[in-house]
């Protein structure tokens, strides 16, 4: 390569990262805003927390007898995660931290993903396109204790260490560690299986059937193990929780309005396709063939988990990490190919997902909590009015029930939405928690918003639940919140 072309190299490079670094380094200060918690958590945030801190080990986690006898306790996370969460600090800020740590771990596995001898300018293309889009695509400044990170950051490190070691036929040590910590992202967050596929895809595609026997066998010994000890435990509650819980009819209404007018229709979703498209042409790399088999899984899998209920931008987190991956493989060859044309289309192309994630990002710098928490103490006062005698409780919905533990009340359920979900897949009947209600075991309920729209929402309680509250409560809207919701207190009549 001679003088000036080497020059023009690093003045594309030079111009994105340019760009793209102060980008990334405002996510990173995003990351630890949050963590210090200087934002105030979300809703999930305070049901995960509350699942660790409330547990007595895993086999209570998960026992079966909590989905039949008060108070019911849903958990559908897989035990690695919370066992962290447990073993670290049962805390919003510990689990902050954790997705935050997983995070710029997963910008340093980028740069390990990245072809060794390059110059550190292309090696860092990748973790600083990750981390610049980041917030757009996979966190939307929303929950942050997500397993989603941490099982993200499990499977990529597997990936690394297949494209390092494994794509060399007479290496076989690479393994037992690329599936062990498969193994260990899938008992963290079933959702995370996309870099297990890709590599079993690629290793199909190379007719490597004995390593690809092998991995499967590594990758899933540790799961099923976990999972017959802890089904026996349990009297079967893993398997209902975490499995026959999640297993919902999809919603394709959902699909097409998040997943496709979202993503699909998205700049960087674009790119990233396009890339995969060139680099499984051309065919030529291994290293590329899997990158962009490991994307197209990635974003497959995608469409099909916001189907769920309860799916959130969190699902992104893969096709974020290996869209920028093939960015980075796609761009790096441009510029070795000396294909300017292409490499100007393909910066060009990413900037505006990068510029994207600004305005939020800013805002979070100057997002102060001090109204939020005079929010949550006037929230406290009116839930202090609220008085139960022994072995009574309050039936909270998902959004009030950490507050209504915070005032020394015990709720029903601790997590609405999945047990409203449960019950509808008819894993669980209400029958058990009506007759609480007409026990007038629960004198008190909290509410986000009236009745007709909890009706209308359908999705954190059961209809009939409604039906009897409607009859046999008087309920008032005691404080309207900055969100726009209101604080409702229904008493028994």
């Not at 699942?51 to 007595?56: D, E, G, R, V, Y």
């Amino acid at each position: 390569m001679d003088g000036n072309l080497r020059k023009v190299d690093v003045v594309f490079l030079r111009v994105f990262l340019a760009v793209s670094v102060p980008i990334a380094t405002l996510t990173c200060i995003a990351l630890v805003n949050r963590a210090i918690l200087r934002v105030p958590p979300t809703w999930s945030e305070q049901v995960i927390a509350l699942l660790a801190a409330q547990s007595h080990g895993i086999e209570d986690l998960y026992s079966i007898d909590h989905l039949y006898a008060v108070p019911f306790r849903i958990c559908i996370y897989p035990p690695v995660y919370l066992t962290t969460l447990k073993v670290l600090g049962s805390s919003i800020a510990v689990g902050r931290w954790i997705s935050a740590a997983a995070i710029f771990a997963v910008a340093l596995l980028l740069v390990m993903a990245s072809r060794p001898g390059a110059r550190i300018a292309a090696r860092l293309l990748a973790p600083v396109f990750f981390l610049s889009v980041f917030p757009a695509l996979a966190w939307n400044h929303g929950s942050l204790v997500k397993p989603e990170f941490l099982a993200g950051c499990f499977s990529l490190a597997g990936f690394v260490i297949y494209l390092r070691c494994g794509l060399e036929t007479h290496r076989r040590l690479w393994i037992p560690y690329a599936g062990i910590l498969c193994g260990i992202a899938l008992l963290t967050k079933p959702t995370s299986f996309p870099v297990f596929a890709a590599i079993c895809l690629h290793l199909f595609c190379l007719k490597r059937f004995g390593d690809l026997i092998r991995l499967v066998a590594t990758t899933m010994v540790l799961p099923v193990v976990v999972y017959a000890v802890l089904f026996w435990r349990t009297n079967g509650g893993i398997w209902v929780m975490t499995i026959s819980g999640n297993a919902v009819h999809l919603d394709i209404g959902k699909i097409f309005s998040f997943a496709i007018q979202q993503y699909m229709t998205s700049g960087f979703v674009a790119l990233a396709i396009g890339a995969c498209a060139v680099l499984l042409i051309e065919g030529n790399d291994k290293e590329s063939v899997a990158g962009a088999l490991y994307f197209l899984i990635s974003v497959a899998w995608f469409i099909v988990a916001t189907g769920r209920p309860g799916s959130s931008y969190s699902y992104f987190f893969d096709a974020a990490i290996s869209g920028s991956l093939v960015f980075s493989i796609m761009t790096l060859g441009a510029v070795e190919g000396r294909r300017w044309i292409s490499m100007t289309f393909m910066m060009a192309a990413a900037l505006p997902t990068v510029l994207a994630s600004v305005p939020r990002g800013l805002s979070e710098l100057v997002m102060f909590s001090q109204d939020d928490r005079n929010e949550h103490a006037e929230v406290m006062q009116r839930l202090s009015q609220v008085a139960t005698k022994p072995g009574e409780y309050v039936l909270s919905d998902v959004f009030y029930a950490s507050d209504v533990i915070e005032a020394g009340l015990r709720p029903v359920v601790n997590d609405s939405f999945q047990y409203t979900l449960m019950v509808k897949n008819h894993i669980i009947s209400t029958e058990p928690l009506i007759r609480l209600l007409r026990q007038r075991r629960a004198p008190y309920a909290v509410l986000k918003n009236t009745l007709d729209w909890q009706r209308s929402i359908g999705d954190y309680w059961p209809a009939d639940v409604l039906d009897y509250l409607e009859s046999n409560y008087t309920c008032a809207r005691t404080m309207e919140r900055r969100d726009g919701s209101h604080l409702m207190i229904c008493a028994l009549q």
